[in-house]
């Protein structure tokens, strides 16, 4: 993750990072209705942070448009492979 958010914010050099926060993890919870399946299965947890970044308005809306356009391939990049 540290990868690529340092190549998301590469390409935004007005953009600066003030803070980061990590969160605790959260386990996710899986729904599964055979209880001998549910033994059998690891358990997942979220692991979550936040960011806290400095610069001017049209500079962090052009970031936050990168972000969105990057999950949005990274998504549909997923569902072609699955």
């Not at 990590?22 to 690891?42: F, G, H, N, R, T």
Request: contains cysteine.
């Amino acid at each position: 993750m540290a990868k690529e958010l340092t190549s998301l914010l590469s390409t935004s050099s007005d953009v600066r990072i003030i803070g980061v926060t990590i969160l605790a993890p959260e386990k996710i919870d899986i729904d599964v209705k055979d209880i001998e399946q549910s033994d059998a299965l690891p358990e997942y947890y979220r692991h979550g942070f936040e960011v806290v970044v400095s610069g001017e308005y049209f500079n962090l809306m052009n970031l936050v448009k990168k972000y969105c356009l990057r999950t949005i391939s990274s998504q549909s990049l997923i569902s072609t492979i699955m």
